[in-house]
């Protein structure tokens, strides 16, 4: 695996951390995986439709 930092704004980060505890995540890196493969498959699946941004 790759290293990746960024900034968030601190609302953002108390999001995340509330999501990891509600959802089950086993780190707040397991729902940023995630949440990057739900982007990409979203992102995919409107190009197929032909959906302009």
């Not at 509330?18 to 699946?45: C, D, N, P, W």
Request: proline share 2%; aromatic share 8%.
């Amino acid at each position: 695996m790759v290293v990746v930092s960024f900034h968030i704004p601190h609302s953002l980060m108390r999001e995340l951390e509330r999501l990891v505890q509600e959802v089950g995540f086993t780190s707040k890196s397991e729902a940023i995986r995630e949440a990057i493969r739900l982007l990409i498959r979203e992102y995919r699946r409107r190009n197929a439709g032909g959906v302009a941004y």
